[in-house]
C-alpha cells in the first residue's frame, strides 16, 4: 500500500542540479511525480537523466516513434527526427499514453514497493495524463481501506479571514482538514476527512453545517465554475442570455462560451468599448453619456435595457466601468463599475468598487456580475 | 556573492512534513525562495515553520499590522482578528512589502552568507514582491562581474521541435543556453549568455543570427504578448480595430482590452454567438448563412464587411468555427475555422484547422486570428 506520494515540481525540466531533489523524494516517498523536459528539444533532459539515475539504458519504443510519426502526418506537421527522442525511455518503464499532445510520461520502479512517475510539464497535458492513467493506478495501488472523503466549496463575497471566521464553529472530527484557497477572484475552502467508510456519515454532516453558515457565498460545489453554474441555471429556468460589455471588454462572453453547449442559451452580445458604440449597437442615448458620464447607474440601465431589446433575450445583462490605470477622477475612481441586469421582472443597477490593477478589476467585475446573475437567477 | 539559489515549489504553504526540502534546500543554495502560507487563516502556518526551523521567536511587527487595519478600513471590509498573524515574523527579519495584497514576506539570515525568502503564494503578489524588492536586493548581492544576458523570442506559426531544427545551426559560445518553454499557444526560446560584459558583443550577434534564421515566425520579443504587439501596430499605422466573432466568444476582444489604452485603436465588437445575431448585429445576409452554412467563408468575409461598416473602423476582424465538442461533421469537423480581415486595400478569408479540447481550439482561434493580424498590419 502506498503511504506517501511527493510531488516533484521541477519546472521545466529535470538537470543534474535537480537529481538531488529526486534522490531525497525517493527516500521520503512511494510513490515520486515529477513533470516536464520529456520534449523533443535539446534541453529537454529529463528522460536520459531519470535513466542515469536508476542505472538503467534508454531503448526507443518503436509503437510509441511510429504513434508519433503518425500524428505529425495527421496534422501536416513536418517530421524532424529530434523527436524521436520522445519515443525513448528507461528499460522497463511503463508508457503512460499522453492523448492531448506529443510526449507521453513513464512508470518505472526505483526499487521495492517505490516508483517514480514522470508526466509531460505542459499544464493541459499533464492534467489528463494524470487524471486518465495516474490516478486509477494510485487508487488501486493505496488500497480502498484509506479511502478519503472531500467536498469543495466555491466561495463568492468573503475575504479568506472572514471565510475562516465563520468556519470555526463548524465542529471537525480529529481526522478532518479545512484547507482554504484564494486564486483570485476564486476562493477556495475543501473539508477533507480520512478514515475510511466509517468517517462517511460524519462528513456528509460537517458539510451540511458549512452549506448553513456560509448560504449563499457558495456558489458551487466541486470542480463547478461560476460561469458554469450559471448556464445550468439559465438551462434549467429556460431563460437567454445577452451582455453588453465595456470594461470588461468581452471576458464575460468569453467565460460565458467558454463552456459546451452554451450556445442553448447565450446569444451573443456587443463588447461597446467606446461611446459610439454604446450608442450604435445598445441605443443608449447620446444625452446620456453626456450628462451622467460613460460609467454611470443611467448608461448601464440603458445599456442592460438595450441590448435585451435588441436581442430579445430574456436577460439582458450590461457592464460599465473604469479599468484603469488611467481613466479615474476623485468621484469616479479606478475600479468604479456599474452592473444592470434586465429582465422582464426587473430592471436594476448596482455599483462596485474594485482595487488593483487593470487586469484584477477586470476579472472581479466578471465575476461579480456572473454572481449577480447567478442570485438574480435564484431568485 | 551568491552562487545558487534554490526556488522551492512547497505550494500552499510550509507544513511539517515539507520542511525537509527547506533544510535541503539550505545546504545546496545561498539564496532560497519559497512561496504561499502567508495568509490568515488556520491552515497557514509557514511563518510559524520558519521561525521554529531558524530557532528564533515570532514577534508582531505593529506598523504592518497597522497598515493592514487601514487596508482593511479603506475598503469597507471587516476586520478579524486572525489577520494579524499576518504582522507577526520570525525574529530579525526584513520585511518584503506586499503592495498587491494583504500578507508581506520576508527575508532572515540562515547563517552565514545564506538567506531565506519568503512571498505570497498568491502568483500576482508573488511577481511583484519578487520584481520590485527581490530582485534588486539578489542583484545586489550577486555582485556585477557575473551579469547575465538574455533574450525572449515569442514565436507563432511553428512547432517546438520544428523551432529546435530551425535554431540548431545557430552558432552557440559554451557559456550560452538556448531553452524552449511551450505553453500553448505561446512557444518561446531563450537565449542566455553568462560570463559578463566582456560577452555582450557575441550574445548581440547570436541574437541577430535567430532573427535572421526565424523570421517573421517572431512575434514579439521580451515579456510582449501578441495582443501588445497588435496594439502597438494599431497605434504606429494609426489603425482602428473592430470585432466580430463567433467561436472565439469574446477572447479576442478580452486579450486586446487587457492591454492598458486599447481605447486608442479598439471601437469595439460584436459576439455574434447565433445566427440571429450574425444577421442583426454584422448584416450577414441569411441565404448566406442558408446556402453555405455559419462556418464558411462567405459567412466569415460578411462578418468581417459587416463589422467594418457599422463601426467605421479602419480594420475589421471576424472569426467564425467549430469549437466542439459537438456540432462537428465529416466535411466541418470540430476545429474547423474560418478568419477574415477586411481593409480598405484588401478583403481576404482563411481557413484554420485546429485539434484538440474546445478551450485549446478556442485559444489557437484567438492566437492564429491576432497573428494574422499582425502580419497584415506589417504588409
Known amino acids: 500500500m502506498i503511504q506517501t506520494a511527493v510531488i516533484l515540481s521541477t519546472g521545466d525540466e529535470l538537470t543534474t542540479g535537480k537529481v538531488w531533489s529526486l534522490r531525497q523524494a525517493c527516500e521520503l516517498g512511494d510513490v515520486i511525480i515529477g513533470t516536464g523536459g520529456l520534449g523533443p528539444t535539446a534541453d529537454d533532459l ?4 531519470v535513466a542515469e539515475f536508476l542505472g538503467r539504458k534508454l531503448t526507443m519504443n518503436h509503437a510509441v516513434a511510429d504513434a508519433l510519426k503518425k500524428r505529425f502526418a495527421a496534422r501536416a506537421i513536418a517530421w524532424t527526427p529530434n523527436n524521436l527522442k520522445q519515443a525513448c525511455f528507461p528499460d522497463a518503464a511503463i508508457i503512460i499514453p499522453n492523448p492531448v499532445g506529443t510526449a507521453p510520461g513513464f512508470r518505472v520502479a526505483v526499487s521495492q514497493g517505490k516508483s517514480l512517475i514522470w508526466l509531460s510539464g505542459v499544464p493541459q497535458e499533464m492534467i489528463t495524463m494524470f487524471n486518465e492513467t495516474v490516478m486509477a493506478w494510485i487508487t488501486t495501488e493505496r488500497g480502498k481501506d484509506s479511502e478519503i472523503f472531500s467536498c469543495t466549496f466555491k466561495i463568492h463575497g468573503l475575504t479568506e479571514s472572514k471565510l475562516d471566521d465563520l468556519v470555526r464553529p463548524v465542529d471537525l472530527g480529529s481526522q478532518d482538514k479545512l484547507s482554504f484557497r484564494a486564486h483570485y477572484p476564486d476562493l477556495t475552502l475543501r473539508l477533507t476527512a480520512s478514515g475510511g467508510k466509517a468517517q ?3 462528513f456528509v454532516e460537517r458539510c451540511e453545517q458549512i452549506r448553513r453558515v456560509l448560504g449563499s457565498h457558495i456558489y ?9 453554474r450559471v448556464g445550468r441555471l439559465l438551462l434549467e429556468k429556460d431563460q437567454t442570455l445577452a451582455l453588453a460589455e465595456s470594461c470588461t471588454g468581452g471576458l464575460i462572453s468569453h467565460r460565458i462560451t467558454r ?3 452554451s450556445s442553448a442559451y447565450y446569444y451573443g452580445g456587443a463588447v461597446t468599448y467606446s461611446n459610439e458604440a454604446k450608442v450604435k449597437f445598445l441605443g443608449v442615448k447620446p444625452a ?3 450628462k451622467y458620464g460613460a460609467v454611470s447607474e ?5 445599456m442592460s435595457a438595450g441590448i435585451k431589446e435588441k436581442t430579445g433575450a430574456s436577460v439582458g445583462l450590461s457592464v ?3 479599468a484603469g490605470p488611467s481613466g479615474g477622477s476623485p468621484e469616479k475612481p479606478v475600479g468604479t463599475v456599474w452592473l444592470s441586469i434586465a429582465r422582464h421582472q426587473s430592471h436594476e443597477a448596482r455599483l462596485c468598487q474594485f482595487h488593483g490593477e487593470r487586469e484584477r478589476i477586470i476579472l472581479g467585475t466578471s465575476q461579480a456580475a456572473l454572481n449577480w446573475l447567478r442570485l438574480a437567477l435564484l431568485d
Do not use: M, P
Open 288 to 290: 446620456t453619456l453626456e
Open 320 to 322: 460599465t466601468g473604469i
Open 259 to 261: 463552456i459546451a453547449g
Open 46 to 49: 529529463t528522460t536520459e537523466l
Open 298 to 302: 443611467q448608461t448601464a440601465l440603458e
Open 220 to 228: 458551487a460545489e466541486g470542480d463547478v465554475t461560476l460561469e458554469e
Open 200 to 202: 462517511e456519515k460524519d
